[in-house]
């Protein structure tokens, strides 16, 4: 008996399968599905895998890139423009017939950080993660902070220009605008994010000068979170966020912007330890959560 995991990004989807002891079993991805197409997409994943691993899945977890309602009704995804108020946790148990639950791509990554990696024991952390948006998970007092709706953590869209950037979710300004992947190379004239990294470690001083700026945004968002939150650590994950380099970059610019440490000592900064499969593996474990 397996638990599958699917992490849906705005070009690819990708499943895990995870055996009891929490181990990674086996994994697939398909190009992400236009529109609602998703939905069968998923599911299809779902069944090839527990198929190609010769178990029975018992559950279903699936992070998408957006607003979910805690029914699982995934309100927007601004990089999935075709998704509104779509009912996905009903429709995949109506078509499975198994435990289903849909949650946020980044409290999936969070959750998994926080019950086996860089966040493991802690009760206060900040789960952020960095690709071609920013999502965040929140855990404080012990818990994840999922607010009302469930909307809470949409720290992407925090706006940090008044008037600035346009960003797809309708609003001008966003942290995500200056601190995610598509910012970063945007700020380094198409250059992508990996690349500029890959100059910073050359000592390329352009791509120096790019890096410092950028990390400087990155800071400044996570210092309107440690206002608000007061997290004990701070856990950078995503496809860009992940890297050590950058991680280097953001904790200086961090160190400048904080106030002085006698006075609020600072969180710890560190990488994601799970890789690019945070999100899947998380959402496996909130599927098998629906269960217990
Ligand atoms: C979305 C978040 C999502 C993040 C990362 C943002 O644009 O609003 O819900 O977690 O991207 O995919």
């Not at 977890?61 to 957006?66: A, E, L, N, Y």
């Not at 950037?165 to 700020?187: K, V």
Request: net charge negative; with cysteine.
């Amino acid at each position: 008996m397996v638990a599958i995991g699917v992490d849906v990004g705005g070009t690819k989807c990708l499943a895990v399968a995870l055996g009891a002891d929490n181990r990674v079993i086996d994994s697939l991805s398909l190009p992400t599905a236009p529109g609602i197409g998703v939905v069968e997409e998923v599911a299809e994943l779902c069944t090839a895998l527990a198929l190609r691993v010769g178990e029975v899945a018992t559950s279903l977890g699936v992070g998408m890139p957006g607003t979910v309602s805690r029914d699982g009704v995934v309100y927007l995804a601004p990089h999935l423009p075709a998704l509104r108020k779509l009912p996905m946790r009903e429709q995949l148990a109506q078509q499975l017939g198994i435990h289903v639950a849909v949650d946020n791509d980044a409290t999936c990554a969070g959750i998994a950080e926080w019950e086996m990696g860089a966040a493991r024991q802690c009760n206060h952390a900040l789960i952020i993660t960095i690709g071609t948006g920013i999502g965040a998970a929140l855990i404080a007092d012990g818990k994840v902070v999922r607010g009302h709706h469930g909307f809470a953590g949409e720290s992407g869209h925090h706006i940090v220009l008044h008037g600035g950037e346009e960003c797809p979710c309708g609003r001008r300004g966003c942290w995500e605008q200056y601190a995610s992947g598509t910012a970063l190379r945007r700020m380094a004239n198409g250059v992508s994010g990996e690349e500029v990294l890959l100059r910073v470690v050359k000592e390329d001083a352009e791509a120096l000068i790019v890096l410092e700026e950028f990390a400087s945004w990155v800071a400044l968002g996570l210092l309107n979170l440690v206002n608000t939150l007061d997290p004990q650590v701070i856990v950078l994950g995503g496809g860009l966020g992940s890297s050590a380099v950058l991680r280097h970059f953001v904790a200086d610019a961090l160190s400048q912007q904080m106030p002085p440490a006698e006075l609020r000592p600072a969180p710890l900064l560190v990488t994601a330890q799970l890789g690019p499969e945070a999100g899947a593996i998380g959402a496996a474990l909130l599927g098998r959560e629906v269960i217990a």
